[in-house]
């Protein structure tokens, strides 16, 4: 497998060549079998503790899921264009939070015609029909245009927000590994940065059941498995951590075990986990290998930034009142909406701009409408991540 580059640093050349290649996987409905895999993977579902996971999201094979399925559909491209430096590129929201370098003719066109259903009209994807899989003819079907609706739902994570993930959760899934998995990096992953981008796409992005119908899809899970790989990287104790049954003693669905086959795909889970991707080195592993969970050095107070687990008590009734001397909060982050069911505490990120840290501090923000308008009295401990700009 070739090392996948960032959208940011392709070259004109392969960028040429990648949406050369998805043509002629279209043309020759090659890509359609791609959204078929991926459909039924969605629409086989097991019940689970009082919710539904399926083979390919919502409980711990999400990961390895995509990731075998993203090796199996670059191998196939690879073919294609007859080239072993072919590599499918990723989406770094950090580095392009805006998609500059994703959202291009070129590459995969850009957002939807408003005063036409959102229909892409530009690019070299502007001319394809998604397909979408009819349970009662049981085949796939043509259906309508690409469409795409930047920003009408879901966001784009931030620094904050990848942060909050990477340096979150120390296992790989937990009890009851579905969506309400709380201290799971495959849940945390898949819920506060996967799920967004697919929303803030709109079209086909927005259901899982089409979902790869847009070449995007690609990119961006490139993304989420290259911040699985680094999440892993920094977590070498973590395993696929899956039990054969639950604690009440339910069967883990299948597609879930270690042992498992991956639905359609020919990896197990668990050797979809040990085959971690090969990304360019340019984005700054470095910085994370180098992290320090548990404490902060002061040259690095500039770039640092502070973790603070949030009481949920006090409602702050005047945002002014609160701020702490010797500090200065340059803005304020708190979980948004879908978060809130899944979280015990929230976290706050605070960047440091003095060298003296406050035993106690109280959140002195003034809400935006990104986010939800939650206030509450922090204590400060000592955790600390570090933050570069590039995750
Ligand atoms: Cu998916």
Not at 344 to 367: A, D, H, K, M, R
Request: charged share 20%.
């Amino acid at each position: 497998m070739a090392t996948r580059k960032s959208t940011a640093r392709l070259t004109s050349f392969e960028r040429e060549r990648f949406g050369r290649v998805l043509q002629t996987a279209k043309r020759e409905g090659i890509w359609d079998t791609f959204v078929e895999l991926h459909a039924r993977a969605t629409a086989s579902t097991s019940p689970l503790e009082g919710s539904v996971i399926n083979r390919a999201h919502f409980g711990p094979s999400f990961l390895p899921w995509h990731r075998a399925f993203l090796a199996m559909v670059e191998k196939k491209l690879e073919e294609i264009s007859g080239d072993d430096k072919f590599f499918i590129p990723y989406w770094d929201w950090t580095l392009d939070p805006n998609g500059t370098s994703v959202f291009t003719p070129e590459l995969v066109g850009g957002n939807g015609d408003s005063s036409d259903g959102w229909i892409v009209k530009d690019g070299l994807f502007r001319d394809w029909r998604i397909v979408k899989y009819d349970f009662t003819l049981k085949k796939m079907v043509v259906d309508v245009p690409l469409q795409r609706n930047f920003g009408s739902q879901g966001f784009i994570p931030d620094a904050y927000e990848i942060s909050r993930v990477m340096f979150g959760a120390n296992n790989y899934d937990n009890f009851p590994f579905n969506f309400f998995a709380k201290g799971s990096f495959r849940n945390d992953i898949e819920i506060k940065l996967h799920n967004p981008i697919h929303r803030w796409i709109g079209g086909p992005m927005t259901n899982p059941m089409l979902a790869p119908n847009d070449p995007v899809f690609f990119l961006h899970h490139a993304n989420i498995d290259r911040l699985w790989a680094k999440w892993q990287h920094v977590h070498p104790q973590a395993s696929y951590n899956v039990p054969s049954k639950l604690p009440s003693g339910l069967p883990m669905p299948d597609g879930q075990k270690p042992d498992d086959q991956l639905m359609g795909l020919s990896l197990t889970a668990q050797q979809a986990y040990d085959m971690k991707g090969d990304y360019d080195s340019a984005d700054n592993l470095s910085l994370i290998t180098g992290v320090s969970l548990t404490g902060f050095s002061n040259s690095q107070s500039k770039q640092g930034y502070r973790r603070i687990p949030i009481k949920n008590t006090m409602p702050i009734p005047d945002s002014s009142k609160y701020m702490v001397p010797g500090m200065t909060y340059n803005n304020c982050l708190f979980l948004k909406g879908e978060d809130h069911q899944l979280a015990n505490y929230e976290i706050g990120i605070l960047p440091i701009t003095q060298e003296s840290i406050p035993t106690e501090v109280v959140f002195p923000c003034n809400f935006n409408d990104k986010h939800q308008n939650k206030a509450n009295s922090i204590s400060a401990s000592s955790t600390f991540i570090f933050v570069s700009n590039s995750f």
